[in-house]
């Protein structure tokens, strides 16, 4: 694509050769001829001017920085090269068919322009929407329904029932509707509690590879629209995560728990059930959560969880505890000097 | 199922309407007409008065304050309502059949009422118990044995040689039997240990979404009958895990650990190696456990892992740490003042 | 295998019978008739001296304690013992085949001494070295190169692209090459961040069951030369580790992370992005990196990580809080009685 078909896409000022061709997006000290690079801020100006790449996509007002070269100009440089990047590697396409060694129940629902690659297990009355993509080993229980414009990559399981929306994308061995953890302690053991409740994926989520999203005891478990998971999260049954949450690796969502939309949570955070994080809530990586807490807007940090402000004050006490000894044993001495005086 | 089919279940008494149809569980919010729900303790009574549900499971002695609801009383509302949830919502039963594209050894041994899914491999010498469901994509190795009454949901991968009893679930992914993580170090990098021995899951075990049980370097890796893992669990080496243990979700269990019998276990706590947790612990979520610590009966919190009381003790002197400060600085100006006295 | 031949392996010396006939390695405890075990310290002479085994493994210089019995006399027991193991029970060989229901693009180059199991597939132009063994369910993208010697296990995943070296292991259910977790806020909600990059995965690799390691971004996720990941382990787009490096179980590690040759990383660690770990640095279990800290050669321990040693005395002194507390107290009323007196 040109320079100038690139800039339409994310409105931005050309300056320089608008018929540039561009076949590749790559990062500013590797780019190189036919390559478009972008600069995030003023520390990187430097690199960006030995950069070799064809076309640079550089902050509104900053193209007088770099005079001999092509640039695009936009607000936003980093959303730019994303948007540019998604135009110039789209996503594989796959012709829509349905390969011969998938196993595709009589009463399942498939569009004709979908993909159902070799080995995907499709069960009964379950719904595939137009142009999804289900890679190989994909297991789809019985009354699964998937959106339009999804890709299932390899060995994603969908239990009995979950339903996902427009636009998914679930990563390798993504599993949801996996029965959650409940029990009944009892005399000689643990009586399962019952997990006949479902899972609701909305639109435009993706899911980290590996990671489970368990099905509610009764009810659903909910992942709101626009949200991303990274790889082997844990979300238990009963939870309730709303839009554009972010949640980063390896964490870990006790049952019942609530997200509100657009918080942002680090990777290996521990949930308590019933825990409800509020809108604007960013939570550190490695943060525990004690079961029940409540957790407001602001950034939070720590086990159990504190805001970072205090916690960076607990932190600076913490370090100054040795010395806290210290003036504890000078004036214990002082003391005793004191009382053989009077 | 009426009532007072579902109170024979559980050894209930019914009070109210005998003949009442139900259909489904529910929780008392939600419930609905030919739905039962159950009152965990009195502070549901508000919520259950109003609940529409057409009985209510309530404990022994409150059906008083129902005058005109059909309940079931009975000593142990949950317990009760987990067991007519099993009874109202049975697992799914599969025609027993071997799925033509089934890839099965020929010395394998395969009950005729099991069902062996679609793209189930089955190994040499491999037994499957009778009614044994292998869902979609199941994995079994050679010399494997799976006893009956089993549900091994998509995409469970059995090594070679592991064994499991009667009535285990496996959720989707579960792995056991992969090679325990040892190895030698010399001089050019590392030997891989040997890891010859085996994985034993005895009978009434649950297992969540890809956790891993790693096979013994020599010996076995065991789990105990009626114990329970959530999803993501890592069990190293040699480990033996007693009976009726539950061990939550992303829980990481390094070689040679052992827990014995009815130990509770948090999400996200990490095992040091040869560690043993004593019949009676529980351990809260996030904790850690140096290798060699042996935790005794009752609860243990923290990194490293220490009483539950030692605990907050200490997070109570840490909150009091700014005042210590202040304390030492007011006696320290006192000081100076006795001085200048005296 | 005899004595003698064993021995010849190691470079060790046999004292006793050397046509002794070992069937097996064994542990000392359990060792019977025809198995080898290995004495590592003089803490289990007393264990040896009681063992049945027909052989046993020693330090030069140990023989002398087992007069009536054959040994082998090597420098490093364990390491003599693994090697031994590794020749003793030597990885399943495979028939070279290509199984019927295996799903192999007309593009691929399958080596004629490669396996390939049930219901694998295999994309167009990856490549599948000689002698490599890819089980039951493993799915490879297009362009993929495998190494020769491998064995991929059950339901590996092997997305577009990826390249692993020689004889690399990779558990059940490893994924290679799914996409980094970036994205770029925008006024509502999140856009995908390119992530175009690939997975490199070097000779003598071998990862645990369930570990994921992303994709770069733009240009490529490392693993470096011999490098061993236990289960469930993440790794994140464009990180670079070493050679020789060893990572315990469900630690995770954030983008753009460098790990240096020869460091080794405890279990549940958490890695910021952006930090670097140099060789010769030792991290210890559950501990927490701040994004772009550099950890230096040495023992590192804690959240955030620190020393090893200055964490023992932050313990120590955190231990001593009631009592600096109590202090505190004494040295108030003694200042209120001096204050009294003057």
């Known amino acids: 694509m040109t320079v100038h078909e690139l800039a339409e896409i994310v409105s931005g000022r050309v300056v320089g050769d608008r018929e ?30 030995e950069s070799k790449a064809s076309c640079l996509i550089v902050r509104d007002g900053f193209a007088a920085k770099f005079p001999d070269r092509t640039v695009i100009e936009v607000a936003n440089p980093k959303l730019a090269f994303a948007l540019i990047g998604a135009a110039l590697h789209p996503p594989l396409s796959r012709e829509p068919t349905i390969h011969p060694t998938a196993v595709v129940a009589e009463t399942a629902d498939i569009a004709l322009t979908a993909y159902v690659g070799p080995n995907v297990c499709v069960g009964e009355y379950t719904h595939v929407g137009a142009y999804t993509r289900l890679e190989a080993g994909v297991v789809l229980g019985m009354n699964v329904s998937v959106g339009n414009d999804c890709v299932l990559h390899p060995n994603v399981v969908l239990y009995d029932g979950v339903s996902i929306g427009k636009g998914v994308i679930l990563h390798a061995g993504v599993c949801l509707g996996a029965d959650g953890f409940g029990y009944v302690r009892h005399d000689l053991g643990y009586q399962k509690f019952p997990q006949i409740g479902t899972v609701v994926i909305e639109d435009e989520v993706e899911i980290g590879a590996h990671s489970c999203v368990d099905r509610a005891a009764l009810g659903r478990t909910r992942i709101g629209r626009g949200t991303k998971l990274d790889n082997m999260v844990h979300v238990g049954h009963n939870c309730d995560i709303g839009e554009r949450v972010v949640i980063a690796a390896q964490t ?21 059930d019933h825990t409800r994080v509020q809108s604007g809530a960013i939570i550190g990586s490695k943060a525990g959560i004690l079961p029940g807490k409540i957790v407001r807007p602001g950034v939070w940090w720590g086990i159990p969880v504190q805001p970072l402000d205090q916690y960076k004050r607990m932190n600076a006490h913490l370090n100054r505890l040795p010395q806290m000894r210290e003036e504890l044993k000078r004036l214990e001495a002082e003391i005793e000097e004191i009382k053989k005086k009077i």
């Not at 969502?253 to 942002?264: L, R, T, W």
Request: aromatic share 4%; no cysteine.
């Open 20 to 49: 540039t061709r561009i076949e590749r997006i790559a990062d500013l000290d590797n780019a190189d001829e036919g390559e478009i690079a972008y600069v995030e801020n003023e520390k990187l100006l430097d690199a960006a001017a």
């Open 252 to 272: 870990g969502i006790s049952g019942s728990v609530v997200i509100e939309d657009d918080a942002v949570i680090g990777g290996q955070v521990g949930f308590g």
